[in-house]
């Protein structure tokens, strides 16, 4: 492929946001000296992976804040479905349909594995105002939950709680409670972390498969995986993006071919 | 089952057998006694909501505790003299009527828990703290130098209200009267615990990011908690005063706040039938070390100390083991 197919900010780019499901417009943040997003412009298509790549510190943790709504962008603008959705917190992009899962997993740990995964059934229908019904007698609240957990091999330990599962399997569980909430894409940072290979493995199988439900923008460190799923990859440097292209794109970048030379600025 | 399940009946079946013995046995004060620990775990169980399935650490709960209390002492007192409340624009008089009252009591301090949730709950931690206590001190300060209901000296009012049926000024027939809202309110909170408000409350005190994550506003289910949380202790404190015949600043001071807390904690916070075992147990040693020293709060101290420090589920923790889980 050419190397001039990559896109990096332009008027074509312009265009896209109007037409994909997940597109960030000239987002800047800054925390004091350091400029954490310097007006990214990128972009999730219907059916794809598109995988953020980059250094430590680069700041896709924190454009996957923003995205989600954690953080408000001191500049530029969010759309979400075709909605601006910069001004919207987390809780109102969630229903609008933007499923995460967390770096660190933020779990209701004291709770059952089927308690947390029913309250994404919850978030989904969108209104927990219910006093007097025990929400474990809810049979369809109940059936999606279970459908998730099976979905990613968590249904056996439904009753477990949730702080006692291992590392991996929390990561899992916070799959299962993004799928309930039927998304229309998906915000996933370092899912495969702490999982071992084959644990890697089946949840590369797993994200493959995800992709065709709803697109899913991907932070990994595991390069293997990002370059096994990813139909797009952008690289994010000292907060900017320096190229947004296919995997054998953005494999011959120096960049990145740096990075597997040992360059102790990447890890991966 | 449970064993936490037997203990609640085991609990609930002596607050009732004790006063129904006292009444056979002619002792008029151990059913006073028994009627306070009602009321007082009745306010505790509406800090409970809050503070143990919420995590709401609220040091303001005497906000509500007065309000009902003068709710009850401004409709009484107004009854009492035969003149209105208001006449322009539409005339209210006052009333002697315990359900009428009690309304007002859950009404109104629901409205000031909205008020103040609104703006407290904005903060979290020990500024949560702080404000609620300053928002307590504040209607402490304000019935303190409102003169047209007692001001510093109180409300006295002369004969206990009514409730149709009911000779309210029997102790055993006021006694049932409390106990039976207690239950009302004991039954709600275990409903509550096992609804969907219920797992959105308990998992928004757990992980913030999480609810949020699946779509629910954590500050919308915290403020509906704080608010309900409030009328119930806002009720309490309506018999509370109906008990005493009497409404004093001392209701809103934050020392009653304290004390709904330690009720919450001495019986386990978060255990549906804490504060009835906090507020029975602080009864208790309120009656049997009060008697031998004035410095009994000291003793009481101790007990507290030694709860947190050795046994955070308290009483029932103590008795019970941890919580068992549904699900």
């Known amino acids: 492929m050419r190397a001039a197919a990559l896109l990096v900010y332009s008027p074509e780019v312009r265009q896209e946001v109007a037409d994909s499901i997940l597109a960030t ?231 990145v071919r740096r990075a597997y030379l040992g360059d102790d600025a990447w890890d991966c | 089952m449970s064993r936490e399940g037997w203990i609640n009946i085991a609990l609930i079946l002596s607050l009732l057998a004790v006063p129904l013995w006292a009444q056979v046995a002619d002792e008029p004060f151990l059913i006073t006694l028994s009627t306070r620990v009602a009321i007082f775990a009745l306010a505790g169980v509406g800090l409970n909501l809050a503070l143990g399935l919420g ?55 629901g409205l000031v828990a909205l008020a103040i949730g609104a703006l407290s709950l904005r903060t979290t931690g020990v500024y949560f703290i702080m404000i609620t206590l300053a928002f307590g001190q504040m209607l402490y300060y304000f019935s303190i130098s409102w003169p047209a209901y007692g001001g510093e ?43 969907s408000f219920g797992l959105a409350l308990n998992a928004a005190r757990q992980s913030v990011r999480r609810v949020e994550t699946v779509g629910i506003s954590t500050y919308r289910v915290r403020l509906t908690a704080f608010v309900l949380s409030g009328m119930m202790t806002g009720l309490s404190g309506a018999l509370f005063a109906d008990l005493n015949r009497f409404v004093s600043p001392s209701m809103f001071s934050w020392q009653t706040s304290g004390e709904i807390m330690i009720f919450v904690i001495l019986g386990g916070t978060a255990r549906l039938f804490g504060p009835v075992a906090g507020a029975a147990l602080f009864i208790v040693l309120e009656h049997l070390l009060g008697g031998i020293s004035d410095y009994w709060l000291i003793f009481l101290g101790l007990l507290l100390l030694a709860v947190v420090l050795f046994a955070r589920g308290g009483l029932i923790g103590l008795l019970a083991g941890s919580p068992s889980r549904s699900g």
């Open chain 1, 25 to 255: 417009e000239g987002v800047c943040k800054r925390f004091g000296a350091l400029l954490a997003s310097d007006n990214v412009t990128l972009d999730l298509h219907e059916g794809e992976i598109h995988a953020l790549i980059g250094p430590n510190g680069a700041g896709k943790s924190t454009l996957i804040e923003q995205i989600a709504g954690a953080i408000k962008p001191d500049k530029g603008k969010i759309y979400f479905r075709g909605h601006n959705v910069t001004k919207l917190n987390t809780a109102e992009r969630a229903r609008l349909g933007l499923a995460r899962t967390f770096q660190i997993s933020a779990l209701a740990l004291e709770d059952s594995v089927l308690q947390n995964v029913i309250l994404g059934g919850l978030g989904a229908q969108g209104r927990p105002y219910r006093f007097f019904k025990p929400v474990l007698a809810s049979s369809a609240l109940r059936e999606t939950a279970e459908a998730a957990l099976e979905r990613v091999g968590l249904a056996q330990l439904a009753r477990t709680r949730a702080g006692e599962l291992s590392h991996g399997q929390k990561r899992q569980l916070e799959v299962a409670v993004a799928l309930t909430l039927k998304p229309k894409a998906f915000l996933m940072d370092e899912p495969m972390a702490g999982l071992g290979s084959s644990g890697s493995a089946r949840l590369t199988t797993f994200l493959s498969e995800l992709r065709h439900e709803a697109p899913i923008l991907l932070i990994e460190h595991d390069m293997d995986a990002v370059f096994a799923l990813a139909d797009r990859i952008s690289v994010l440097v000292y907060g900017k993006v320096i190229a947004t292209g296919s995997v054998d794109e953005v494999r011959i970048l120096p960049e």
């Open chain 2, 55 to 109: 995590g709401l650490v609220s040091l303001g709960h005497a906000a509500f505790f007065g309000i009902g209390g003068y709710a009850m002492g401004i409709l009484a007192s107004h009854a009492q003299s035969y003149a209105p409340i208001l006449e322009v624009p539409l005339l209210i008089e006052g009333t002697k009527s315990m359900p009428v009252i009690w309304l007002t009591a859950l009404l109104v301090s």
């Open chain 2, 153 to 195: 000296d109180g409300l006295p009012i002369y004969t206990r209200n009514n409730f149709p049926g009911l000779n309210t000024l029997d102790p055993i027939q006021f006694f049932l009267i409390s106990y039976v809202i207690l239950c009302i309110a004991l039954v709600f909170i275990s409903l509550l615990t096992k609804s």
